[in-house]
């Protein structure tokens, strides 16, 4: 990919926000057709995230840092994962749900490809819609 095929975003979070909604916001403000998590760093009193294989969410209250989030951004769909560690260092992550509250910051870099369209379809390999990629 060259240079005038992608551009960087950086957004930083305050207090309060919640993860998941801000960086939707931030897709949709942008018109992000096909993106991802760079980095991310920061703290949570909050979790919500879905653990494999399991239907619901799990909260969390606490102090955490994130220690990473990754995952394909779209205003057509996106799918991140979160991981988050306590004040002892135990980690655990899984499938980020809106309720993510940020502790101090968020800082997060996004990549934005100009070059593909992301898209979520069921498209009958699993039950779920799953990413399409679609050469502009």
Not at 23 to 45: H, M, P, Q, R, Y
Not at 110 to 117: D, Q, Y
């Amino acid at each position: 990919m060259n240079s005038s095929d992608s551009i960087t975003h950086a957004i930083r979070l305050k207090p309060g926000q919640d993860l998941r909604q801000e960086i939707e916001s931030f897709v949709k403000k942008e018109d992000i057709k096909a993106g991802w998590i760079i980095t991310c760093v920061g703290s949570l009193t909050s979790t919500n995230m879905r653990f494999a294989n399991q239907p619901e969410g799990t909260n969390a209250k606490g102090h955490f840092e994130i220690v990473s989030l990754v995952g394909t951004i779209s205003t057509n769909g996106s799918h991140l994962h979160v991981n988050v560690s306590d004040s002892l260092g135990n980690t655990i992550g899984g499938h980020m749900l809106e309720g993510n509250l940020v502790y101090t910051t968020a800082e997060i870099v996004i990549g934005e490809s100009k070059k593909f369209e992301f898209a979520r379809e069921n498209d009958g390999s699993t039950k779920w819609e799953e990413l399409q990629i679609k050469k502009k």
